[in-house]
């Protein structure tokens, strides 16, 4: 199995779509992202940079899926809003899309979308965000966002739609007026809330929600909204991870889950622990050891653990073993922050309606 091909994606974008590599970019932030390869393509990050530099009031905008708990897959883009909020202040929303979950099936129904979504704001104050620089957007709650929502239908066609998505007749037609929810979440910082430009960290598969967002603040006057794409992180099995295949390590699972998973994540390794001590492995395609040098590892200590893998020094359980350490001090972190978060803290992330006065 070749992991290298998970990177395909973000070169499509490059080749296909527009979008820009972020070695085209001299002067990136001092983070361990634009470091590692954790973060590979861009629309327009530099123009983001300078608006942020020069003091411009600037916000990210990252949602989430209200189908789960969040997972090792989420880190990339979760570790890029956090180093932008503790570095320079900006101010992280985050849409959270239960009425996408329920419409697509990813949920049985709207509370347990709703449900979802609540532990997940929850979730992301214990993994160290600040409450007061955080708006936890839940559509059921904010239901304000439908009306924008509504407002830029006006000038989406469903041929663009259809082009974006690939949807066809069979699809419900919530699901084809999602696009201009996506692109509501998106623009509200600065239809809403003021801000003047906003960044957008997401995955590849997620630049089509971002491009019609960039068309739609086009033709209402806005600034586009600059984005930053992660790559795809390869799931247990080397494919890319997701919560339905079941090849996802969650942030909050138990020791024994843990141990199982790490224990079957796909090795790079020789047939047997003699052959790969004298031929050694490939860290390119060992999943434990992307997972370490991606987000447990400086730079230095990601390219010493490679160079003694692939000379046979570090066998491929021993590498599990070092992963299964860090996450399991990981989540144990989490879980005790999860412990300080109180309710009051939570509700005040969320979104609210403001009030109206029909005079």
């Known amino acids: 199995m070749d992991l290298r091909a998970l990177e395909e994606d973000n070169e499509r974008l490059v080749r296909d779509l527009g979008a820009s590599r972020l070695s085209d970019i001299e002067d990136l ?8 390869g954790l973060l590979r393509t861009h629309r327009d990050l530099d123009s983001f940079l300078r608006a942020l530099r020069s003091g411009r009031r600037c916000a990210i905008v990252s ?23 503790e570095a320079y202040g900006v101010h992280v929303f985050v849409p959270i899309s239960d009425d996408e979950s329920y419409l697509s099936g990813k949920v049985s129904d709207q509370e347990q979308a709703r449900k979802n979504a609540l532990s997940l704001a929850t979730q992301l104050l214990a993994y160290g965000f600040d409450p007061t620089r955080t708006s936890v957007l839940i559509d059921q709650v904010y239901t304000e966002i439908y009306n924008l929502a509504v407002r830029f239908s006006r000038r989406l066609t469903l041929s663009e739609v259809r082009a974006v998505y690939g949807y066809t007749a069979q699809e419900n037609p919530g699901l084809y007026f999602y696009p ?24 590849p598969d997620e630049d089509s929600h971002a491009r019609v967002a960039r068309d739609l ?3 209402f006057d806005y600034t586009k909204p600059a984005v930053l794409h992660a790559g795809f ?4 099995d080397g494919t890319k991870m997701s919560k339905s295949k079941g090849n996802a390590i969650g942030l909050w699972d138990d020791l024994p889950t843990l141990r199982r998973k790490v224990r079957l994540a796909f090795s790079g390794g020789g047939a047997s622990l003699e052959e790969h001590r004298r031929v050694g492995g490939d860290p390119e395609q060992d999943v434990a050891c992307r997972y370490l040098r991606a987000h447990f590892l400086s730079p230095d200590e990601g390219a010493d653990l490679a160079r003694r893998y692939r000379q046979g020094i570090l066998s491929s359980g021993e590498v599990k073993e070092r992963l299964l350490a860090e996450l399991v001090k990981e989540r144990d972190r989490l879980i005790d922050r999860r412990r300080q978060v109180s309710e009051h803290e939570v509700a005040a992330t ?3 309606n403001p009030s109206s006065d029909l005079g």
């Open 180 to 203: 201009a929810v996506q692109s509501a979440h998106i623009l509200l910082p600065m239809v809403t809330f003021g801000f003047e430009q906003v960044l957008v960290p997401i995955g």
């Open 350 to 352: 969320i979104l609210r």
């Open 217 to 219: 603040a086009a033709r």
């Open 233 to 236: 992180v390869p799931g247990l």
């Open 63 to 85: 949602g989430l899926n209200a189908s789960g708990d969040l997972h090792l897959g989420h880190r990339a883009v979760l570790d890029t809003c956090r180093f932008f909020q």
């Open 29 to 36: 932030p001092d983070f361990p992202g634009f470091r590692n």
